[in-house]
């Protein structure tokens, strides 16, 4: 088993390209992604800004941008579900049956992602993302599962983490949403989702 973070730039005519291209200073995290049907796809995604909002209402006006559902929004930051038509760069992960894991960070035309799978996947996916010049970064690669990591958390993170995991959030196919896992827990989903990636970023980061 080997777990990877990549540093991926996104395909210049994607709408997540171009709206953190636009604004540098803003920071995305994708929640949670879904095809919807009738050649649709769904991702749900936080933002957050020194200043500024309104992001839901200029992706609506982005090429291939279908609808956008705002979820909450407060002083700085956003979460909003963008749905939309066209490729992006998911096909060599299908087709390796490598699974990213959620939320992610998006920055500047920049994902942040995390990949664990079986060790011949793995290396294949590294190949392909080699062969593509400039289109990712390997920051860490490390052999052998993920640990949860129990005396790194605090007791509320671990409490997240527990309740996580037993709603399905961490299954494959996901059996509950953030905005789900939000409303069950009875907290914000800005608050959640960045509480899911201090949780991941002190997981991986012994194993960088």
Partial sequence: MLSCRLHVKLPENFWVHRVTTAHPDV?????NRM???NGLTMLEVHFTAPVGGGWGEEIRSLPGVHDVELLEATAGSETCRVYFRGKTFLP???RLRLVR???FPVQNGVATWTVVGPEKKVHALL????ADEGRA??????????SEGPGLLTPRQQEVLRRAMAE???DVPRRISLTELAAKMGIAISTLSVTLAVIEKKILEPHA
Avoid at 127 to 130: F, G, P, S, V
Avoid at 137 to 146: D, K, N, S, T
Wanted: proline letters at 6%.
């Fill in 27 to 31: 920071r995305m995290n994708v929640l």
């Fill in 35 to 37: 095809e919807v049907g």
């Fill in 92 to 94: 060599l992960l299908k």
């Fill in 101 to 103: 894991h959620f939320p």
């Fill in 127 to 130: 190949k392909a993302l080699e």
């Fill in 137 to 146: 970064q390997v920051e860490a690669v490390h052999h052998g599962p993920l």
């Fill in 168 to 170: 399905g959030y961490f």
